[in-house]
Each structure stands twice: as structure tokens, then as C-alpha cells.
Nanobody, 123 residues
Framework: QGQLVESGGGLVQAGGSLRLSCAASGRTFSHNRKGWFRQAPGKEREIVAAISWHSGNTYYADSVKGRFAISRDNVKNTVDLQMNSLKPEDTAVYYC????????????????WGQGTQVTVSS
């Protein structure tokens, strides 16, 4: 079946940076589309960024454009999310997800999910 394992979350002050990494193994690795979502308490899960493993095309939510960068490492088989200029409103559990087709970035269009990693940004 395979799995997704996130790492890199933590506590950071506003304006700081964090780098999240998602390691995909087994069947999950074969999916072309890989992305990061986040869910804050009391809010719906939302797309943060996505990347096409084959083409390198990327997608970003408007709220993170210019601050976050998604990338892929073909050697390590990981998908990373570099988060800069973090804001308190970025506080959430961040999830790695894979699957689906390019163009629909709703959470139900992704097939496999990691367990999530907490990101907390203090003001």
C-alpha cells in the first residue's frame, strides 16, 4: 500500500521559516500529483501547494504565494514545503497528500494522506 510520512513541523516565531518534508513509499510514490494541505482548529482542510512529479508544475493557494515553495527530490523521493515569512494564521496541522488529477485541488480529490505535522507560529 505504501505510506506518507511528514516531518519538520514545530514552533516558530512570526517572520521565521520552517521546512516540511514528506517521504512517500510503496504505492503512494507512484502517484504523479503530490501536495500539502493544512487544517487549523475549527476550519476546513485547505490546499497549500501541489506539484506534478513528472512535469514539475506547481500550484499555490493565494494565501501562501510568494512565501511558500514546494519542491520535489527525485533521489530521496520526497516532497518538501519551504515556508518563509510565517504568520500566526499559518498555524495548523499540515498534511501531505498524493493522487488525483491536475486541476482539482480539493481534499477529496487526493487519495492518500499522511498523519500530519503541527506547525505553530507565535506572534
Amino acid at each position: 500500500q505504501g505510506q506518507l510520512v511528514e516531518s519538520g513541523g514545530g514552533l516558530v516565531q512570526a517572520g521565521g521559516s520552517l521546512r516540511l518534508s514528506c517521504a512517500a513509499s510503496g504505492r503512494t510514490f507512484s502517484h504523479n500529483r503530490k501536495g500539502w494541505f493544512r487544517q487549523a482548529p475549527g476550519k476546513e482542510r485547505e490546499i497549500v501547494a501541489a506539484i506534478s512529479w513528472h512535469s514539475g508544475n506547481t500550484y499555490y493557494a493565494d494565501s501562501v504565494k510568494g512565501r511558500f515553495a514546494i519542491s520535489r527530490d527525485n533521489v530521496k523521493n520526497t516532497v518538501d514545503l519551504q515556508m518563509n515569512s510565517l504568520k500566526p494564521e499559518d498555524t495548523a496541522v499540515y498534511y501531505c497528500a498524493v493522487g488525483g488529477s491536475w486541476g482539482d485541488f480539493g481534499p477529496t480529490s487526493f487519495n492518500y494522506w499522511g498523519q500530519g505535522t503541527q506547525v505553530t507560529v507565535s506572534s
